[in-house]
């Protein structure tokens, strides 16, 4: 299964910046309309403590979704250190919030469910082995990166999932890891892995529901294509 992951833009704010508000103060209109009023070039400049109209500029050159990927030094080249410290910031507070989760569990019936749970394995360019811990209702309680790096045995070993699935006392698990390449079709090493895992998590009696590769703009369910 595969679907397109590109993400829209949110219907009610555009990002077309009128000319009366490119030097509007972005942190007044923050307080006025609150974070979900501010288009993204506002919500930039409120971080980076920078005018609107320069964060519209930065944001014509480089897409918010490209800009959050480059490394420290790299950002610190284009922006000054401080404003590069701030970004990355609460660029990693926000993941960790995402993460740790808000108090909610989502129930998890299918592999396009899982999609939007691994944004921050899809564009890195390194593969990340991620698994997702779920109760026996199939909500997710837990997700965790295992092990970066390319993948293989002595990299991920089923006595590191199962240890985390133990301690947060799951009764299944889901497997992801990203292709930094694109290309979502499984390598044999991806399948040895799964079936590695598998055997591991039938003597533990935790089950395996499925193992996801994920990149850029495509997924592939190894449980939906027979290969586990």
Same mark, same amino acid.
């Given at each position: ?24 103060? #972005? ?27 320069? =964060?519209?500029?930065?944001?014509? =050159?480089?897409?918010? /979704?490209?800009?959050?990927?480059? #490394? ?43 999609? #939007? ?36 045995? /002595? ?24 292709? #930094?390449?694109?290309?979502?079709? =499984? ?33 592939? /369910? ?7």
């Amino acid at each position: 299964m595969s679907e397109n992951l590109s993400v829209k833009a949110p219907l009610y704010v555009q990002e077309e910046m009128p000319a009366f508000l490119a030097n509007e103060d #972005p942190q007044q209109r923050l307080a006025q309309w609150g974070a979900e009023g501010l288009r993204n070039c506002e919500l930039l400049a409120v971080i980076l403590g920078a005018k609107t109209q320069w =964060a519209a500029e930065l944001l014509d =050159a480089q897409e918010v /979704s490209q800009l959050a990927t480059l #490394p420290f030094p790299e950002l610190a080249q284009r922006l000054t250190p401080r404003q590069a410290g701030r970004l990355v910031a609460s660029l990693e507070l926000s993941r960790r919030v995402l993460q740790q989760g808000l108090g909610v569990m989502p129930v998890i019936s299918c592999p396009v469910e899982v999609v #939007p749970m691994l944004v921050e394995i899809k564009d890195q360019p390194k593969e990340h082995f991620l698994t997702l811990f779920l109760n026996a209702r199939n909500q997710l309680i837990h997700k965790e990166v295992i092990s970066i790096g390319s993948l293989s045995a /002595s990299i991920v070993h089923p006595r590191e999932v199962f240890r985390v699935a133990i301690h947060h006392a799951a009764a299944s698990i889901i497997l992801a890891h990203n292709h #930094p390449s694109g290309d979502v079709s =499984a390598s044999r090493d991806d399948i040895e892995l799964t079936r590695r895992i598998v055997k591991a998590g039938e003597i533990m009696g935790i089950e395996v529901l499925d193992h996801i590769i994920i990149g850029a703009t495509d997924f592939m /369910s190894m449980k939906e294509q027979g290969g586990m």
